[in-house]
């Protein structure tokens, strides 16, 4: 039997949401520190760049960034019996095309090869006269490759939960700056919590 048919399709479709809702919440605190360190910027360069509180909002800011690179990478790969958008598209026979589109536009906007190249499972050239690329991945890029997840999350949970699936979303998107809990369970389990 294949990986597709093995699935429990409650199991794929709630760990995927709260991998979606992890993106989520590693963007929200991306924002949050981008407000923070718009606040400690004075203009002047070189004060800014002694200003060890600044330094270390970047430092965190840019760890929340390449998490937001990882896992966007991670959940447009093609692979079954890993989660992401293709084995869910495969498992429900849905989206395969808004899926691929995705994909591309990860692999286009070098969210892909920033996480193969920089971020993790790095890959390295031979020699230090090969220059190893590393392509600055624009913000607005990151929010476009959030919302789109979001979008093709929410298809997958209207197939699953039918018309339901719309209130649940609603509930979180009030929510999701209240950091009470991680994304990736509270997610994960909001569509079986009391509301």
């Known amino acids: ?11 794929l ?18 924002k949050i520190y981008e407000y ?8 002047n360069l070189l004060e800014d ?20 690179i990882s896992r966007l990478s991670e959940i447009s790969k093609t692979s079954h019996g890993r989660l992401n958008f ?6 429900f026979k849905i989206q395969k095309e808004e899926v691929k589109k995705f994909s591309n536009y990860l692999k286009e906007k070098n969210i892909e090869f920033s996480r193969n190249k920089n971020i993790s499972h790095k890959e390295i050239s031979s020699s ?6 590393s392509p600055y991945i624009k913000n607005k890029v990151i929010t476009k490759g959030v919302a789109w997840a979001m979008v093709i ?5 209207k197939e699953y939960y039918g018309s339901e699936y719309n209130r649940f979303w609603q509930i979180e998107r009030r929510k999701r700056y209240n950091l009470e809990m991680p994304g990736a369970p509270k997610y994960m389990l909001f569509p079986h919590i009391r509301r």
């Open 153 to 157: 999350m929410k298809r997958f949970d």
């Open 36 to 43: 923070k360190i718009l606040e400690l910027k004075t203009g």
């Open 128 to 133: 230090w006269e090969q220059i190893d690329p």
């Open 13 to 30: 479709i709630s760990h995927l949401r709260g991998e979606v809702g992890g993106i989520i919440q590693s963007w929200v605190i991306f």
């Open 49 to 68: 760049m002694e200003n060890e509180n600044l330094n270390l909002l970047k430092i965190v800011q840019t760890k929340f960034k390449e998490d937001i």
């Open 86 to 91: 293709n084995f869910a598209a495969d498992k």
């Open 1 to 11: 039997m294949s990986k597709v048919k093995k699935m429990e399709p409650l199991k």
